[in-house]
């Protein structure tokens, strides 16, 4: 079983990979990190993955399309609870959303 910095370092790859991806969901609150993208250009399949705080525990799902859109509707519900200020749309965003994973050692 990894321990929290190899899941960190793990996921900072996965949360790159949904940047650089299109179109892709990212956000994070104090609970967790999410993330939702397709795999490759054909879009056939998506990685949905998720970091926990403080545990550090990293879940990774390789999906469907039709299911991915069902997790986004999931996500997009809880929105209310976190505000949609947890959306992230900006680089500098980005940033500290990736900072936050050296906190996991």
Known sequence: M???A????????LLAEAWENTPSFI?????YIYCLYPSDDTKAK?????????????????IDP???IAL???ELKVLPT????TIVTTKA?????????????
Do not use: H, M
């Open 2 to 4: 990894a321990n929290k």
């Open 6 to 13: 190899e899941n960190a370092k793990a996921f900072g790859v």
């Open 27 to 31: 956000c994070s609150n104090e609970d």
């Open 46 to 62: 998506w990685v949905e993955a998720s970091l926990t705080f403080p545990d550090g525990s990293l879940d990774k799902k390789e």
């Open 66 to 68: 039709i299911k991915a």
């Open 72 to 74: 986004l509707v999931e």
């Open 82 to 85: 976190y505000g949609a200020d």
């Open 93 to 105: 965003q980005l940033d500290e959303v990736a900072s936050r994973l050296g906190t996991l050692k």
